[in-house]
């Protein structure tokens, strides 16, 4: 996910706002006021809303024991997969090749999403069928954020840097703390082949 927002995303953005220009800014600088946004939601998000759970990091039981504290974490994941739709779809609407890699990005990441608010709603308490609605609410608004991307392309010159913005905070600021925590060469070296594999689609989508 770094490497994708860092790699494809911003530069795309760049390309894109440079032909099209910003609906909502203006000047070189639009695009990174837009990642800036986006990386500033998802913390305002992750320390306000559910200030106890982060993206991608181990959650204990007894910080999410309250109903409140697992619909918070729901709350902010709903955030972030709204946004992961969005970055998809916007890739999309630029090339086939980047929405591709984005996707693949994502669904690496967002594989374990599921069983994550599931863990949260049992461990706090709440019934099964909560917890199954709980993954289903998340997949809808991966699917809610592609939608309405479609239905509004035209501001796709924004919403291609915000949600990289978005993507940023939560590879930088969630995920690769955990990958420090690890003890031992072999979790940062998974982040090395992370960045390997989509150098590796950049060279096979841009043949």
Same mark, same amino acid.
């Given at each position: 996910?770094? /490497?994708?927002?860092? #790699?494809?995303?911003?530069?795309?953005?760049?390309?894109?706002?440079?032909?099209?220009?910003?609906?909502?800014?203006?000047?070189?600088?639009?695009?990174?006021? @837009?990642?800036?946004?986006?990386?500033?939601?998802?913390?305002? @998000?992750? &320390?306000?809303?559910?200030?106890?759970? &982060?993206?991608?990091?181990?959650? &204990? %039981?007894?910080?999410? !024991?309250?109903? %409140?504290?697992?619909?918070?974490?729901?709350?902010?994941?709903?955030? &972030?997969?709204?946004? $992961?739709?969005?970055?998809?779809? !916007?890739?999309?609407?630029?090339?086939?090749?980047?929405?591709?890699?984005? @996707?693949?990005?994502?669904?690496?990441?967002?594989?374990?999403?599921?069983?994550?608010?599931?863990?949260?709603?049992?461990?706090?308490?709440?019934?099964?069928?909560? /917890?199954?609605?709980?993954? +289903?609410?998340?997949?809808? !608004?991966?699917?809610?954020?592609?939608?309405?991307?479609?239905?509004?392309?035209?501001?796709?010159?924004?919403?291609?840097?915000?949600?990289?913005?978005?993507?940023?905070? +939560?590879?930088?600021? $969630?995920?690769?703390?955990?990958?420090?925590?690890?003890?031992?060469?072999?979790?940062? #070296?998974?982040?090395?082949?992370? +960045?390997?594999?989509?150098?590796?689609?950049?060279?096979?989508? %841009?043949?």
């Amino acid at each position: 996910m770094l /490497a994708t927002a860092l #790699l494809e995303m911003i530069p795309e953005s760049l390309k894109l706002q440079a032909e099209t220009g910003s609906i909502f800014f203006h000047g070189a600088n639009s695009v990174f006021l @837009f990642v800036l946004a986006g990386y500033l939601l998802v913390h305002f @998000f992750e &320390h306000t809303v559910a200030p106890h759970f &982060h993206f991608g990091e181990e959650t &204990h %039981h007894e910080e999410v !024991s309250g109903a %409140h504290a697992s619909y918070a974490a729901l709350l902010g994941l709903v955030i &972030h997969t709204f946004f $992961d739709g969005v970055a998809i779809a !916007s890739g999309l609407l630029v090339s086939t090749s980047l929405g591709v890699v984005i @996707f693949l990005a994502i669904f690496l990441h967002k594989l374990p999403e599921g069983s994550t608010v599931a863990s949260l709603m049992l461990a706090s308490g709440q019934s099964r069928r909560m /917890a199954f609605m709980s993954s +289903v609410i998340l997949g809808g !608004s991966t699917l809610l954020g592609m939608a309405l991307m479609f239905a509004f392309g035209n501001v796709v010159s924004d919403a291609l840097p915000f949600s990289a913005g978005v993507t940023l905070y +939560v590879a930088a600021s $969630d995920l690769i703390p955990e990958v420090n925590r690890e003890p031992g060469p072999a979790m940062a #070296l998974l982040v090395f082949l992370g +960045v390997a594999i989509l150098l590796g689609l950049k060279a096979l989508f %841009h043949v």
